[in-house]
C-alpha cells in the first residue's frame, strides 16, 4: 500500500482527494494535513466523511510527514509548497503539487503573474507539468515532483491541444472564455461567494489579469514551438458548485471539414480513457462529467467567419484538480492510470 | 456475473441504477429497457454513459427478458411491474421493483391510494418490503420479489424505527415534515418541473394525500404492533437536485435522556454501515449523503414541550431508490450486502 | 417629505429598505449608516444602486443622525438598538428598530434566549410589536419605537393567529416547521453561508433553541390570554435567496369544516391588503410572494388524525423585514398604510 | 389610461408585462390573451398575482381585440404576430411585438434563419426596431408597430455600437460569448429545461445557429455603414432564473486608452436613463440588474493581444424583453420614457 499524506486536506480539493483515495485499492491515507483545523476531526469538519475517516487534523510540518509517507499532495494556496520543499524532504518522498508552484517553467512569469517570490526555483526544472494526455511519458518513478495542473488549464488545453499541434488554427487568435462553478473559489470565508451574492448571477472576473493565463500560453506554446504565445482568458463565475466549462473561439489556419478536426482530435485522444470526443454537433455541458475525471470535447466549424469554436467540460474538482493528481500518483507508482477513477459521472 | 436487466432505465431512478451498477464488480448490465427511447442510444439519452456504456434502449418485454437476466429491476410508473409479471416468469428471475407495487400488504389501502386497480395482488404477501435494516432477515435466495421502499418511506422508517420499537414516543403523534429534492420528481417534462418554477422557491404538495403516507404508517405499525396507526405525512420540493430530509416531531411516551434515546438508535444501527446516529446537537443536512447509501440521523429531546425531534437525511436516488435497490441485490444474490455501495458522500 | 435615517444599511435587509423606500413617493433618505463600510460609496458596496443612491456611507452616531431625520431604521445585530437609544433621541426622532430588542415584552426572557443583557428595559413597554395587521391599532403619530416583528415569526403568527384566537386549535400542540431562503442567515462572511455549503443541502439548525421561538409564543399567547404558551419552531435553511414558508400543525380543538375555518381567515384578513388567503386546496409557494409585501395562506384539514395544517409563505426581506418595516412607517406618519408597497411578486 | 392588449399573456415575458404594467400609472391592462389557458383566471396560472389581477385568459382574436384597446403587445412565438396583423388592425391600433416577426428588415434572412415563410413582409419596412437608445428618434405617434428586440440582441448591440460606431474596433473580429438565465429558454414543458436538467449545469446551445445572430449583425452593421458584417455569437444556458451577460472580444481598430473607450461610451450613454457604464475595472454582474430595466456595461483593454473585452449585464425579461415594450409604449404614446420603469433592481 503507498503511503499518502495530503497538506492542505480541508480545502475543496483537499477533500476530494480523500472521497477518490477512499476508493482507491492501493493506497491508505496516513496524515491530513490542515492548518485551520489542527486537531479537530477530520469528519467534523467534513461530515460526509463520518464513519469513513476517523483521523484528525495534523499540521503542516513536511519533514516529519516525508518520513512516514511515499507521496504528498500539497493542495494548499500558492507558495506555501515551495517554501517547504527541500533536498531532503524530496530524497525521501514524492510531491504532487495542487498549488501552482512548480506549472509555470519561466519563473519570473510566476513572480509576475503570482505576485509572490519564488522560494524553490532550482526544482521548478526538474518538475513535470502533469497533464497526463500529453505529459504522460516524462512521468516515471524518479519523478520526484509533479505540478498538477490547474481547472482551467486543463480544460483549455486539452480543448485546443490538437487544433493547435495539427496547425488547425492561427494560435494568436485565440480566445477563450471560461465559466466555472463556485468550488473552484475555495473554501474562504469570503463575502463575495456567500450564497446570496453567487446566486441568482453570473459575472467575469480577472479580466485580462487571471493566473491561469500563463500556464495555457506556456504550455500550448509548447504544442506550436513557440515561446511568445498570448492568448485571451476570461473567467466567469457560475451559480453551480461543481464544473468548468470552456468556449474557445479561434480564427482557422487552413480549410478544414468536419472530419478533418475530428481526425485531429481522434489522433491524440482516441486511446485516452478520460477524454472523451462528443458526437459531431453535440455540445459538452458540466453535468455530463460531474464527479468523474472525464473530460468532454467538442467542436464547431463556423464557415461564415472562418472559425472554429472549440468546447471542453470537466469537473473542476477532479479533472481539474484531485482526479488529475491521482492519476499522476497512479504514474509515479506504476498502477493502471485509472486505478480509483473508473468513476461513472453522477447525474442529476 | 450476475446478469441484470433495467425496466425504466431512462428515469433518474434508472440512470443511478446504471451508475451504481457499473461500479459493481460482480454483474453485468444486459438489458436497459424504456418504452420512450427505444432503439436510441443509451449515451444520447444520458451523456454522462457516453464511452461507459454502448448499448441501446430495448422495449418494456418482461418475458423475453425473464429468459436473458438473473434479475430484473423495475424503475417504472405504479402498475406496471404488477401488470407485467406473472409465474412463469417468477420461476425464472427475481423481480426488485423500485415502484409501489408491492410494498403495502393491504391491496386496499394500494387501490385507494393510488387510484389503481392491483394486477397481481397473488403475489404481495410473498413480497419482501425491502428495507434491508429492518428486514434482511426475510431477504434470501428464495426470494422472488423486492418491494424497494420509497424515497421519503426509507427516511420516515429509518428515523423513526427505533424510538416507535422502543416506545420512546406516542405513534399516534407523529407528526413528518418532509423536504425533498426534485429529482424526486422523475423526468416528465411538466411545466411544474422546469427550472424556472422550481429554483427560488419552496412549497408543501400533496398535502394529506401523499402517497407515501400509508407505507410509512405499515411499516411503523409493524413496529408498534399496530394496523390502524396514523400520522401526519407532509412532503415539500426543494430547489436542489438530490437529497431528502425529514424533520419529526413527536410527544415523549417516557421520561428520556439523551443517552437513551441514543442507546435506542444504536441498539438497532450501531452495527449498519449505511446508517450512521450523527454525534449529539448534530443535524443531518443532505449535503453529507450525496451519492452515498448513507442515511444520517440527529435527533434532539425538547424538553419544554415533552417531544422529540427527530431527523433524518439520505440521497433520494441512492439510499432512497437505486442504491437500495442494489442493496438488495446483494442480499438476493449472497454477495457482501454494500458490495458497489461503499461510495463516500461527494462534497461539494 | 419625511426624512429617513438607515443604520446599518449595508446588510440585505438594509439594502431592501433602500429599495423600497427609492420607490416610496414621501420619503428622502438621508443617512446611510454602516460602520463597516463608512466612507465607501453606498453604491460601490452595493452596485444594484449605481446612478440611484450617490450618498456614501456613515457612521452610526444616533445621536446626531437624531437631529436630521425624522425617523431611523435599525437593520442591526441584537443590542445595537438598545444600547444607542434614549430619551433625548427618543423626543426627536422615531425608532423602527429591525433587530429584536424589543420585541419581547418580558425582558428576561429577551436575556435568557438572546444571551445578551439589554441595555433599555425602560423603553420595552412603550415600544409596539409592530405586526400591523394586528396591532395597527396602536401605533399613531406619538408612538415612538416600533420594534419590528422577525422574518420568521411574522409568517408563524400570522399564518397561525385566526386559528388560536378563534380557539380552532388547542394551542399547546403547535409545532411549526419553517424554512428560509439564505439571505436570512445575513451578509456575513461565514463558512456555513458560502455558495457551495449551502447549494444543493437542506438542513434544519437552531432546533429548540431559536430566538423567534418566544416571541411566537409570545405573541400568540396574547391571542389565547395565555402567558406560559410552549411550542416547537424549527427553523431550516434552504438553497434559495428569499422567502419563507411555514408549515404548521395542530390538534384541532372542535369539529369544523373547511368553510368554518376560512371564515375565521377571513374574519382577521378579509379586508387586509398584504394578507392573501389563497383558494382552497392551494399551497402557499415562496415564488408568488418574492419581492412583495404579501404573505400566503393556506391550510388544510386532516381529518384522519384530528389536525390541521396551515401554511404561510411571505419575502423575508420584505414583509419579513424591510416591507413591514416601511409598513410601520407609513402607519407612523399617516400614509396610506401600502404606500411604496404595491409592488406585484416578481416570477420567475 | 391607454388601454392595454397582451396575447401570449401566460408565457414568462407576458407576466413580466402584467407585473409592469401593474406599476404604470397611466395604462390599463383589459384583455390577457393566451390560448393555452383559455377561460382560466390569470391568477391561477401565476399565482403572484393573485388579488391583483382579476381577469380570466382570453383567446388571441387581434381583430376583436383591436376594437377594445389602444396598444396589443404580442408576446408569443415567432410567426404569430405576423399572421395576424393586417391594415384594418393597424388602422386601430399599434403593436408591439416581442417576438421576431418584424425586427429583421431582409426578409430572405428571417425566412432563413427562422425556417418560417414570412406572412406580412410588408409591414417591415415601417416597423421601427425599438433599441429605443439608438432608434428614439424614429418612434412617434405614428408609428405603427415596434419590433421589440430580442434579449440576446438587446445587451449585444448596447454592449458594443459605441466601439463600433466609433471605428474602435474592428466589426469583422467581434466575438460575442453570452450567457442566459433559463427563463430566455420560455415556460414550454420540456425536458431539457427542467429543474434537474438545468440545474449545476452549464452548456453552449445553437453554437452557430442562433437566431438572434443576424439581429445583432445587421443592427451593428447599420452602425458601421456594412450590410455583410459577420459575427460569431455563442449562447450559453446558465443556471439561474434570470440574467443575461455577455463578454464580447473584438481586435482593436486604433490604438486607444481607457479614457478614449469611457469617452465612446458617455457619447452616447451618458444621458441614458437605463444604461449604465460602470466605473473603471468593475464587471457587470447580472444580480445588479435583477428586476430592474437597467443594462451595464464594462470594458477592458486587452494591451497584450490589441484587443478589447466588453460585457454587458441586463435582466432578459425586462430590458431584454417586458422592459424595453414598456419603455417603447411609452415613446408611442409620449409618456416619460422611464414611466413605469423606475424600479430599482432587488439583490439579492
Redesign the interface.
Known sequence: MVKVGIIGATG?AG?EL??LL??HKDVEIVWLGSRSYIDQKYS?V???????VDARCMDDNMEQLADEVDVIFTATPQGLCASLVNDEILSKVKIIDLSADFRLKNVDIYEKWYKLEHKSPQYIDEAVYGLCEINRDKVNNNTRIIANPGCYTTTSILTLYPLVKEEIINP?TI?I?A?S???GAG?????A?????????????G??THRHTPEIEEQLGYACGRDDL???F?P?L??????I?V?A?ANLAKDVTYEDVKAAYDKYYDKEYFV?V??KD???????????N?V?IGF?I?P??N?I?A?G?LDNLVKGAAGQAVQNMNLLFGFEENEGL???????
Open positions: 475543496y477533500n480523500v472521497r477512499l476508493g467534523d467534513y461530515r460526509n466523511m463520518f464513519k469513513l494568436d480566445i472564455d465559466k462553478g463556485t468550488s473554501r474562504g470565508a469570503k463575502v461567494n456567500l450564497f446570496c451574492e453567487v446566486n441568482e448571477s453570473m459575472k467575469a472576473y479580466v485580462g498570448k492568448l485571451i476570461t466567469h457560475v451559480p453551480m458548485n461543481r464544473g466549462l468556449t473561439y472523451r462528443l458526437p453535440a455540445c459538452p455541458e458540466t453535468r455530463w462529467v460531474e464527479g468523474s472525464f468532454d464547431k463556423e461564415r467567419t472559425r469554436i468546447m467540460a473508473k468513476i461513472a459521472p453522477m447525474f442529476p
